[in-house]
């Protein structure tokens, strides 16, 4: 999609943006933009890369952009770069979804091998086609992926915080809070990229052991601690 919108610093549609969905990387993401979609048709932003919100990728940070009448935003958007829409519109609602650590980052791994099987990676990135699930869990750039995310908020900033775990329930709880009309599509959370990745893949589903689960745990210290906070939030505001 090319960048035609208008710089939002200093733009009328800062505060037009209602709703904003951090899309933190496989927890559910397309699976709750098509919800989305469904119910705010063109108000929705149809962007969802990060790429696609700069008017010039290499200074992110000064040129971030909105088309005018948007009102939702769904994006792999790090709050750090939202922060100018939610400081300026109070009220503006933050939502997100949180999946298992250990679980998104396996989910990451095998749907990051599915992309270099279809040839949809830079030619730097395709060495790691013979990376095990460890080796590729010991990226800087795969560790604490949510709590990079959601960096300067505190979780009782979101106005809603689902988990992949439990996404129907959590998307009918999300609908009830906002008075989304009935009639929402039924939604499928591809939970594994499996049909080529597990061919390719130097570790198995079926190898995937305790020993590198309970690594990958602890690689993911930082996300893991939001993980279960949230988890404490969810069960307080139940009970």
């Not at 990451?108 to 949809?120: A, D, N, Q, T, V």
């Amino acid at each position: 999609m090319g960048l035609r919108g208008l710089v939002c610093k200093e733009s009328k549609c800062v505060d037009d943006v209602g709703l904003i969905s951090i899309h933190i990387p496989k927890t559910a993401g397309r699976s709750f933009y098509e919800t989305l979609k469904f119910v705010y048709g063109s108000e929705l932003d149809a962007r969802t890369k990060r790429k696609d919100y700069f008017l010039h990728p290499e200074q992110m940070n000064q040129s971030f952009s909105l088309y005018p009448g948007i009102k939702v935003i769904h994006g792999h958007l790090y709050y750090s770069e939202i922060r100018f829409i939610h400081k300026k519109n109070n009220s503006v609602k933050l939502i997100c979804w949180l999946r298992n650590p250990v679980d998104r980052v396996i989910s990451h791994y095998y749907f990051f091998l599915k992309r270099i099987s279809e040839g949809k990676v830079q030619a730097a990135q395709l060495h790691k086609a013979d990376f095990s699930l460890i080796e590729f869990a010991r990226l800087d750039s795969v560790r604490n992926v949510i709590s990079r995310f959601v960096d300067g908020l505190s979780l009782d900033d979101f106005f809603f915080i689902g988990h992949v775990e439990s996404f129907q329930t959590d998307l009918n709880l999300l609908a009830n809070k906002l008075q989304w009309p009935s009639g929402l599509p039924v939604v499928h959370v591809n939970k594994r990229d499996k049909l080529t990745s597990n061919q390719i893949a130097k570790t198995k589903y079926e190898g995937v052991s305790n020993s590198i689960r309970n690594e990958i745990w602890e690689l993911n210290r930082e996300d893991v601690k939001v993980y279960e906070q949230s988890l404490e939030l969810k069960n307080t505001v139940e009970d």
